[in-house]
Structures are given as structure tokens and as C-alpha cells.
């Protein structure tokens, strides 16, 4: 739609559209955003008030060389998908990634929650949707006149608010050449001229900021209505000529001018060594880590730093203090940096063990929850698996792990401190994998910390108190439940500005398309996530993502994945997928050996998803004593769909993959 009206395949081939009233059709078909038009609205809105007499057979005609077009691959008298029938007339089913205007908003409205680095990045993305005016080809239709209004209007917005990002970052000069395009193409603007005259202002172009001030005020009076400036204008003209520069409260608000006069009375008056440094910094990565993809970024690490500074003060409680102080929710068992983490777990252990049991309960539970959130997946499982007949390896580690969640519960439960509770119920939730088929007690888990957390305003718990419920509601097949925590997620995280958050609701979303449309409908959305997913500041969510998306078709299916898979980077999933790799290109002895030398799959949200790799690569070469260790570690999560309570991928009723592995035993 933003440009004129065009299609393509997955691939980005144009797909032929045909003439321009079966152009026409399509546009006044998206315009009514998968709602029905009838056949009558459809003539009326192309011949107006003088149809031919074969008006409502040409619309028929119309719409049946776009299905043509629009779906090559549909078999003959199989019926449409995508251009339905449906009562009176025609409704195209097309999803919200499908149709740039739609994803320009949705980018958009992602963009007007994040910090201003992602912010910049959001909005780039969201105007390159646009290849020229809405449905460029009908300018003149009155059946397009409101909603190419309404798209204008928010493609100028998104200039303006990209600018102010720009501004943000301290990008002035970058902001200047669009901006003067921007107002000179749309002088009525006067949000673009304030930002025109601030960007020039903080290059330190003065003159020409009060020069572009004179021409707003020429050009909003003689605009329409001849409404003259606003008190924008005259307010952001002051500023300039008050020489307060970029502590000015326009485009910005007053934040930015309060922020850099406090950060200058700070460093004023807080000496260079001061411990309260230390405190405050804290505090400050904590806020930073949820703002967003650099943000989080940028605090993982400035953290180590911080801990080896206030290790190295020699003061055991001060340094207590700054580990345990990172209160950050932490929703994915995958560490972003698991090396950084293991340096984490360790101080926060080597704190815990100066306290001593003596120590303030409260500072301790902190150090154990830090232990437990930071002790992710199975970072240390590199002992080959045993046998069905064996015991499992022993993994001292990660029951001490289990122990400091357990024994942080148990301290903020008794000292009913509800951010304290929180945070240790967060370290409950990474170690709540100790076997296959946990998504009912991991469902539990998240609504008391929703409950907690609504109760007592903590935002960021609450939010991820739900993101676990929805994680777990999607493992054991309860959509509708999990679609209203998906709900409740994207509004906190909008009001809240938690941009991270609409990572794992758009995941979940493409699941869900997929547990319920099947693959071919969910496949569009997953390529939309993995286009943007290093970007995401979570490389342990990002990592390999690409490979298990790809697996989806095959797991979901019966058969061996085919050379596309092997091209792809498995990330930290190589040890799990290589047997079965190897299996699909005919080395029957090298999947043998793989299975033979691979570790356990994590003891993480992907752990049934990994089991049930394994398991299809034991059978497909009749390696025996994996199939029987991973059809015995499922058996507990036959109520649950594989791989879906991590809210990423499903590969279908774990309950099928424990039959298919019982059936290649032998048994029934």
C-alpha cells in the first residue's frame, strides 16, 4: 500500500497483478483491514454512481485472476486462503506482517517505546516500508482519500519523532539535512520547525536556528487558516536566545534539561572516589539494562566493572551491596554472555560466603537470588550421556544453584519483603528445570509473582511474572490464556517503556500462528523476527534461533530435515542437532557417534524441544540407548507441546514424539 499497489512472494519476486482495476480491487480490499466488502461496496467504490451492466461479473473476474496471482501454488477448485469469500461479498486475510502499512505501524508503535538509540533504528525501518504515496496509483479515489490521510499523517509524525530520537542520541547535525527537506516539502509543520531550529542550535548554528525561526513564523501564517506560530515556537526561540542549548525543554521535555543539570551538580559534588559512586551507578545499570537492546547491552558490561570495583574497595558489605542490587527480571535460561554470568554467580557466591550465615538475611537472599538467575541452563553439562541403565551424571553445580533459589525464597518469604520475594522467585523460576514436563509448576510460580507484583507496584516483576505465565500456558496448550498475558505484556510494556518485553510476545505470536494456521502462515512472521533478532541485545535468545525456527517443519512432520538446515548456524544447539544432521546426509556411523557424544540438553525452557531432536536422530539410525533416555526424560511432559513453553518454536504434542520413539523400540 505505501507506494503503488504491488505484491510479491516470500522469495521477493513480483507476483503479476494484471491490469489496474485488479490493482484497484486488491488496494480497497487491504484499505478495509480484514474486514468484508460487499460486492456492491466493491462496484459502487470503482464505477461510482455509473456502473456498467456487467459490473458485479467484472468485480468476480477481478477477483479471480488476483487469487490466480496472488497464490500460484493453490491446486484447482481448492479454495482461497488469502482472497475469501465470505457472505455478501470479498475479505483478504492477510496478516499484519504481510502488509507494509500494517508493519509500519506496528515498527512504529515499537519505535515510540524504546530508547532513543533503538528508537532511530525503529524508525529507519519503519519509513523504509514506504516506496511512495498510499496506493499511489488511485489518488484521485474517494475510496482511498482517508486512509491515505491518515498514513500521510503518520509517516510525517514518524520524520518528526526519528528527528527527536536523533536529537536524543545527541545526533544534532544528522538531524539537520532531513529536517530542512521535511519542513521545506510541509511548512505547516510547526513540530518540524522546532526541531529544525534545536538540531541547528545544538550544532552550534545559532544564526541559522533564529533564521529558521523567522521562516516558520512567515510560513505558518500564510499556511492554512493563517494560524500563525504556536507557543512551541516562541518557547524554543527563547531558549536560543537564552543560550541554555541543549538543556532546553524543547523537542525533548523538560527530562533531558533536568537530566544534565543533575548530572552536573553530581559530578560537582560527589567526590571521584566516593562510595556513593558505586551505589549510584548501580542503580543506573539497573534502569539502563531494561531500556532496550543497547541499553541492556551497555549494562552487561558495565556490571562486571562495577563488581571487580567494589570487590576491590576490601569492604565485604559494600560489595555484597553492589552484586546483589541487580534486580534486573531475567526471563530467558539461555545466558546473553555465559562467561560473564559464571563471573557473576561466583562473586555474588564469594559475598554470600564472607557474610557468613550471620550475615543481614536480606543482603544474603539478594547474593543466593543472584546465584540462581545467573546460573543459567547447563553451561557446565559436558558429560556425555549415559545410559537408560545408568544414574544421571552428577551436576553439583547445579543443584547448589537450586539450593541458593530455594534457600533466597525462604529468607524473603520470612522477612515479607515484597521486591526481595520478587527477585527470588525470578531465581526460582531459572532453576525450576530440573526435569522434562515443569510448565504446570512454572505456571504457578508466574502467577504469584504476577499477584505479588501487582500488588505491591512492581512493574518490571509483573511483567515478568507474566511472560512466564505465558511461556508455560503455551507449553501446556493453553492459548487463550497465554494470548491474554501476551496482552497484558504489550500494554505495560508500552506504558512502562520495557521494549524488550514485545521481543517474546512477537515470538510468541508467531508460534501461536503456528499451532493454529499450521507452518505456511507462521513461517512469514518467523522471517520478520529473525530478520531483526540480532538486534534484539539477547544473543542468547538470538543465537541459533534461526536453525530451531527451520527445524519446526521437520519436527512437526516425521521425516529427516533437508540440506538447507545444515547451512544454517546452530549457535550453542550444534551438539543437539549435529546427529541429526548427520543422520538426514546418510552418515548413519557419524549420527552414532554424535549421539553417543552428546551432552544432555540444558535444563532450560528448550530442554523437551532438544530431547525430541534427539530422540528423531537415535531412531532414524537405532541408536538404543539414547532413544530409551530421551523417550524416559519426555515421558513426564507428554502433556505438553515440545519446545513451546519457551514461547519460541513448537514442535507439536511431545506426547507424538514419545510414541514415535516407543515404536522405534519396538513396543506398541
Known amino acids: 500500500m505505501l507506494g503503488p499497489v504491488a505484491a510479491w512472494d516470500p522469495d521477493g519476486t513480483p507476483l503479476p497483478l494484471g491490469a489496474p482495476r485488479h490493482r484497484e480491487v486488491l488496494g480497497r480490499l487491504l484499505i478495509a483491514r480484514n474486514r468484508v466488502v460487499p460486492v456492491g461496496r466493491l462496484v459502487a467504490d470503482l464505477w461510482g454512481d455509473e456502473p456498467p451492466a456487467d459490473a458485479v461479473g467484472a468485480v468476480r473476474t477481478f477477483v479471480s485472476a488476483l487469487r490466480r496471482a496472488l497464490e500460484p501454488g493453490r491446486p484447482p477448485r481448492q479454495p482461497s486462503r488469502l482472497l475469501v469469500t465470505d457472505g455478501p461479498g470479498y475479505v483478504l486475510r492477510a496478516g499484519r506482517e504481510a502488509v507494509d502499512a500494517w508493519r509500519f505501524e506496528d515498527i512504529a508503535a515499537r519505535a515510540a517505546g524504546a530508547s532513543p538509540h533503538a528508537a532511530v533504528a525503529l524508525w529507519d525501518e519503519a519509513l523504509a516500508r514506504w516506496r511512495g504515496p498510499v496506493l499511489a496509483d488511485f489518488p484521485t479515489a474517494a475510496w482511498a482519500g482517508a486512509e491515505q490521510a491518515r498514513l500521510e499523517a503518520l509517516r510525517l509524525d514518524a520524520v518528526e519523532r526519528r528527528a527527536d530520537s536523533l536529537l536524543a542520541t545527541g545526533a544534532s547535525r544528522d538531524a539537520v539535512a532531513d529536517l530542512r527537506a521535511h519542513v521545506s516539502a510541509h511548512p505547516g509543520r510547526e513540530d518540524g520547525w522546532v526541531l529544525l531550529a534545536t538540531a541547528l542550535d545544538r550544532s552550534g548554528r545559532r544564526g541559522e536556528a533564529l533564521e529558521s525561526l523567522r521562516r516558520a513564523r512567515a510560513a505558518l501564517a500564510e499556511g492554512p487558516g493563517g494560524h500563525g506560530p504556536g507557543p512551541a515556537l516562541a518557547r524554543v526561540e527563547a531558549r536560543i536566545l537564552s543560550g541554555t542549548g541543549g538543556s532546553a525543554a524543547e523537542p525533548g521535555g523538560m527530562a533531558g534539561g533536568v537530566w544534565d543539570r543533575a548530572a552536573a551538580a553530581w559530578e560537582r559534588s560527589v567526590p571521584a572516589r566516593s562510595r556513593a559512586r558505586l551505589h549510584a551507578t ?6 539502563l539494562a531494561v531500556t532496550g537492546a543497547e541499553g541492556l547491552g551497555e549494562a552487561r558490561e558495565h556490571r562486571r566493572d562495577l563488581v571487580a570495583a567494589a570487590e576491590a574497595t576490601g569492604d565485604t558489605e559494600l560489595a555484597a551491596r553492589i552484586i546483589g542490587s541487580y534486580d534486573v527480571p531475567a526471563v530467558w535460561t539461555r545466558a546473553d554472555d555465559p562467561a560473564g554470568a559464571g563471573e557473576l554467580s561466583r562473586a555474588a557466591a564469594r559475598a554470600a560466603a564472607r557474610l557468613g550465615p550471620g550475615g543481614p538475611p536480606a543482603l544474603r537472599a539478594r547474593l543466593l537470588s543472584v546465584v540462581a538467575v545467573e546460573s543459567r541452563g547447563d553451561a557446565a553439562a559436558d558429560a556425555p550421556l549415559p545410559s537408560a541403565a545408568d544414574s544421571p551424571a552428577a551436576e553439583p553445580w547445579r543443584l547448589r544453584a537450586e539450593r541458593a533459589a530455594d534457600e533466597a525464597v525462604r529468607l524473603a518469604r520470612h522477612l515479607a519483603d515484597p521486591a526481595l520475594l520478587a527477585f527470588a522467585l525470578n531465581g526460582a523460576f531459572m532453576q525450576s528445570f530440573a526435569t522434562c514436563g515443569s510448565a504446570a509448576r ?71 500462528t503456528c499451532e493454529t494456521d499450521g507452518w505456511a502462515a507462521a513461517r512469514p512472521r518467523y522471517d520478520a523476527l529473525l530478520a531483526t533478532a540480532a538486534g534484539s541485545g539477547m544473543p542468547g535468545l538470538s543465537r541459533g534461533a534461526a536453525a530451531l525456527v527451520a527445524l519446526v517443519p521437520v519436527m512437526r512432520g516425521d521425516g529427516l530435515p533437508g540440506p538447507g538446515l545444515a547451512r544454517l548456524d546452530a549457535g550453542p544447539y550444534r551438539p543437539w542437532l549435529d546427529p541429526l544432521l548427520l543422520a538426514a546426509s546418510g552418515d548413519a556411523e557419524g549420527a552414532r557417534q554424535a549421539l553417543t557424544a552428546a551432552p544432555r540438553p540444558p535444563h532450560d525452557l528448550l530442554q523437551e524441544a532438544l530431547w525430541c531432536v534427539l530422540a528423531r536422530a537415535a531412531a532414524a539410525v537405532g541408536h538404543e540407548p539414547v532413544l530409551r533416555r530421551a523417550r524416559d526424560e519426555l515421558a513426564a511432559a507428554v502433556g505438553e507441546s515440545a519446545g513451546a513453553g519457551g514461547g519460541l518454536v513448537s514442535f507439536g504434542p511431545v506426547a507424538r514424539h514419545v510414541r514415535a520413539a516407543g515404536r522405534a523400540l519396538g513396543g506398541p
Open 282 to 287: 548501580a542503580g543506573l545499570l539497573r534502569d
Open 442 to 512: 512454572r505456571e504457578v510460580l508466574g502467577a504469584e509473582l504476577t499477584r505479588l507484583a501487582v500488588g505491591h507496584q512492581l512493574p518490571g516483576h509483573e511483567v515478568l511474572g507474566r511472560l512466564i505465565r505465558l511461556q508455560a500456558c503455551a507449553g501446556l496448550g493453553d492459548l487463550a490464556a497465554a494470548d491474554a498475558e501476551a496482552e497484558e505484556v504489550d500494554r505495560l510494556a508500552t506504558r512502562d517503556e520495557r521494549p524488550l518485553a514485545g521481543v517474546f510476545t512477537s515470538w510468541y505470536r508467531a508460534l501461536r
